[in-house]
């Protein structure tokens, strides 16, 4: 599965993300899009793209915004599977939390997308989240 990340001057969140990403379970190849950061953030990715081969950075020249970020970093995932997933920087990734909702498309062909719970971090659930 294909994960794409936007990102524009947030290495203050990147790196935990990222740690919690890169040992999710079903990920095929992370896409990580910078809209021309210059906190840093860039060299957060250089180290990750250094030490796994399935992160990709694409560092463009000028902030282009999140959807054409997405979109950017949509047409350079190659993975076969059929999902694709955007992913916030202000998240953490368990091991599974993928599992569920790859399982949910797949008995749900009617659904054109899904979101994964949002746990804040005192432990209460988040309004945005759904549980079905």
């Known amino acids: 599965m294909c994960?794409?990340?936007?990102?524009?001057?947030?290495?203050?969140?990147?790196?935990?993300a990222l740690d919690s990403l890169v040992n999710s379970e079903l990920i095929d190849e992370i896409i990580i899009v910078d809209n021309n950061s210059v906190d840093g953030s860039q060299l957060i990715i250089r180290k990750f793209m250094a030490?796994?081969?399935?992160?990709?950075?694409l560092f463009l020249s000028r902030n282009v915004g999140f959807a054409a970020g997405v979109n950017i970093g949509?047409?350079?995932?190659?993975s076969a599977e059929p999902y694709f997933v955007l992913f916030n920087l202000d998240a953490i990734a368990t091991r599974d939390w993928l599992k569920k909702l790859v399982e949910f498309m797949d008995e749900n062909s009617d659904a054109g997308m899904v979101q994964s719970l949002l746990i804040k971090p005192n432990g209460e659930y988040d309004s945005a989240g759904w549980l079905h």
Do not use: D, M, P, Q
């Not at 949509?74 to 190659?78: E, S």
């Open 3 to 16: 994960i794409i990340v936007i990102t524009h001057n947030n290495a203050s969140t990147l790196r935990k």
């Open 51 to 57: 030490e796994y081969t399935f992160v990709k950075g």
């Open 74 to 78: 949509f047409k350079a995932c190659r």
